[in-house]
């Protein structure tokens, strides 16, 4: 084993710190484009409509079989988007389909006659959404949602095979240069695991405030 | 909404329109892709598929292995070693499985001296990905049996060993199943990401195809069809090995 050398983080710190950045913007378009579509696609398959469930039944197979690289290479090579379009599209083709699920598993686990109860009672459409739906559908939703979106950011780390400048790409450019790729990989690694953190706590805290509410 | 479309009939008559729709330009236009281009290549690229499966199978076997100390040292570990093992999994499965990937093949061999070719990189590194998933996967079947089970099983005079191994650890592994397929699914997607260090995996191999011949769309559409039917076969498996699992779904 030979001396490890921490000097190299200092000394690579831009790009470090550029990548960080990237691989923050580049998940933080990820997060609010999947839960978008995912919501939307969501909501098609807990519809009591046939065709719409079958639409997002067919979305969500379709694309949750595939690997985000599969997509990735597609859009990039095939396609021939540029590359940070091409990486978003992909990380929200790829998520999105499994919040989508998430959130039709969501609504649907409230039970019909709920709905059925509160219209009966008088409730508009409105209302038994934000008052009757939304509350219960949250809570059962928050933790698999936080788990999509620690992987939103775990995948946005395959784009850097198409140079996408983000942590693991900067990684990779250090090791290059200077053979210190475990000094890189350990740093890296460890703002991974605290972005990660980060989300884990931000969703934390958003669900108690959500049901305090 | 369309009133003609309000009955289950009528949507489901549109729906097989589509379908139908979508299955004759697909006839029309599958034969016109490059398949005289790709023909040659037919058996190097069964071999990758081939090479994917076996890596997905193989690191999944071994994660198990390692999942199940791993899980039994998280539930019912001395507090000690109960922390250094959630600090491990959580770890491994907060990195990106790219970077878990580099980490075994690029930065190993600098601190243990030692060269790993990149086959047994990706085993180790996909190996430890799904330990780290399947743990949890055994903790959350572990925890899904009513704690009352194991203390029935010793008050009927059952020794600790044989109340786990003939009580707990068969419901735990019942409820495993679901999610021991999924994550089966997710590991044979992960395996993509070794083509990275080079191996020649599927996704690899459709790459390398597709620098040596002009056929784009003809490879994707093989790249996709091979991890769709990979993937669907695997969640099919469990279907037909527990028909209540769509129940549970």
Redesign the interface.
Known sequence: MRALDWSILWQYRDALLSGLLTTLWVSAVGVVTSTAAGVLVGCLGALPLRLARRFAGTYTGFLRNLPMIVKLFFLYFVLGLPAFPAALLALMLHQSAYIADVVSAGIRSVSRGQIDAALSLGLKWQQVFRLILLPQVLRIVMPPLTTQYVAVVKNSSVASLIAIPDLTYETQGINVETFRGFEAATAATALYVVIALAVIGGMSALASRLGTR | ?IPA?RS?RA??A??YVVVAAAVVLGAYWVPRLEWTAVAPSWFFLLTALGRSWFLAVISIAFGALAAAPLALLRVYGPPGLRHATIALI??V???????LI??VY??MP????SQVTAWNAALGALSIIAAAYLAEVVRAGLNSVPPGQLEAARALGLSSTQAFGLVVLPQALRNMLPALVAQF?ALF??T??V??IGVMDF?RAV?VT?NAVFA??AL?LI??AG??VS??VISRVVRWLDPRYQLLE
Request: negative net charge.
């Open positions: 909404m479309l289950d949507q489901d549109l729906w959580e770890a499965r907060a990195t990106p499985e790219l970077m580099f980490w690029f930065t600098l601190i243990s001296g699914v997607k992960t993509s990401l083509s990275a996704f790459s597709k784009p769309y994707y790249l996709a991890y769709f993937c669907a």
